[in-house]
């Protein structure tokens, strides 16, 4: 079959622009095939052509960027096709006077942000593994991360799309301004939709102005689980508010207590008084001003920690109200967990092995309160074994219409979301 795929892809892209999975991915954890074909498509166009193909052969394909969450959510089911997006790199249009940026979906997020620094300017995101993202990858996937807190979620910060349907016709959503009425707003539909919709190929973004000043005020001990509720009430204006377990503090080497870890983005005056008036509110617990290099070295730690191509593991984004986060810690700890959580009540477990039933446990906790677990990454074997997303709420019925009316033959990502 894949030698047939192959056959008619030529057809469409150079020979240069064809791979085998086993040849192009690099050493992750994939269950797909090596075997499985890899078309990298120089254009939206051409991508159109693929999609298109696809739907009158009914391979079932699966989008992706760099593939660094290629392995996120369930096992795709019987795939006969992989596109990458990484040559739709280009920039299109970057409008510095309106803080706004239009990139093809290929385009890494690290490369995109280098760009953008020449006009003082950024993309307020954390992802995961930022050397490997695409823009497009972030967007299917929702990947936010802390600055959450200040800048809102991909869903507030993504102003428009284009995208190629199941049959490959190409559509535009949204535009290229922040205030904007045109039409229903796809670009929130396709967030988060891990590419079961459409193949997204270029996207607006809302930017902001590169802080002139940075500080993060580390505070480890127990009285750090009060302060969470106190600074998210309080007059202060931080980038982001993260609560670290106890476990993820001594895995950094900051001690063996929960930690709250505020990060302060302004003009430095700002900084300066803002980080004072939270070390008034620590009192006499134990705290670490971290700035420069520092603070550099710490964020890359936390995210590396968590996120690193190089290690296995299981992780697990959770979410639950705030007000819940600091019982949630505990039972973290208890399951032999590190956890990473932000503001929102939104974060990161992370085991390096554990079992099905220990996994179930947390979820149990966490539906319990209102709140979720959703497996990420994890061995094929252990995935197979559970429900990767959990309870759906009330909306799966819903959702599953939605994915018929955009893809009714279910030819992209089959089984990897609903």
């Known amino acids: 079959m894949s030698g047939e795929i192959v056959q008619q892809l030529k057809q469409i892209v150079e020979p240069s622009a064809l791979r085998m999975l086993g040849e192009w991915l690099e050493p992750r954890t994939c269950a797909l095939s090596p075997d499985t074909p890899v078309v990298l498509p120089e254009s939206a166009a051409q991508l159109a052509e693929v999609v298109a193909a696809s739907t009158k052969n009914r391979w079932r394909l699966v989008p992706c960027g760099h ?153 480890v001990g127990r009285s750090a689980l009060p302060l969470f509720g106190s600074v998210k009430t309080s007059a202060l204006t931080p980038s982001a508010v993260d609560l670290l377990s106890a476990s993820t503090v001594r895995q950094l080497g900051f001690g063996n207590e929960p930690a709250l870890a505020v990060r302060f983005w302004n003009i430095p005056e700002s900084v300066q008084v803002q980080s004072e008036e939270l070390l008034a509110f620590a009192g006499t617990a134990k705290t670490m001003q971290l700035y420069d290099a520092a603070e550099t070295q710490f964020q890359d730690q936390l995210r590396g920690h968590f996120w690193s191509s190089q290690k296995s593991g299981i992780v697990a984004k959770v979410g639950v109200l705030p007000t819940e986060l600091p019982a949630l810690l505990p039972e973290v700890e208890a399951l032999g967990a590190t956890g990473w959580f932000h503001s929102s009540g939104i974060g990161l477990v992370r085991w390096e092995d554990t079992s099905v039933e220990t996994i179930g446990k947390l979820r149990k906790f966490l539906e319990t309160r209102q709140g979720f677990l959703t497996v990420l990454e994890a061995p094929a074997t252990l995935k197979a074994q559970l429900d990767v997303w959990g309870y759906p709420g009330n909306a799966l019925k819903l959702m599953k219409t939605l994915q018929r009316q955009f893809d009714p033959q279910t030819l992209l990502s089959p089984g990897r979301f609903i």
């Not at 045109?182 to 590169?210: N, Q």
């Open 67 to 219: 593939s660094s969450k290629l392995d996120w959510g369930r096992i795709p089911e019987k795939i006969d096709l992989l596109i990458s997006t990484s040559r739709l790199n280009r920039l299109i249009d970057h409008a510095a006077g309106d803080l706004t940026v239009t990139a093809e979906a290929g385009l890494g997020f690290q490369a995109l942000q280098a760009i953008l620094a020449q006009q003082g300017q950024f993309l307020a995101l954390d992802p995961a593994y930022p050397e490997h993202a695409t823009l497009g990858g972030i967007l299917a996937t929702a990947d936010a991360g802390s600055l959450r807190h200040r800048y809102g979620s991909v869903r507030d910060l993504c102003l428009g799309v284009t995208f190629v349907r199941y049959d490959g016709e190409i559509v535009k959503a949204g535009g290229r301004v922040v205030k904007n009425v045109a039409g229903y707003d796809l670009m929130k539909l396709f967030t988060g939709s891990f590419g079961t919709l459409g193949i997204v190929t270029e996207m607006t973004f809302r930017l902001y102005p590169v802080p002139k000043a940075s500080r993060t005020i580390l505070i």
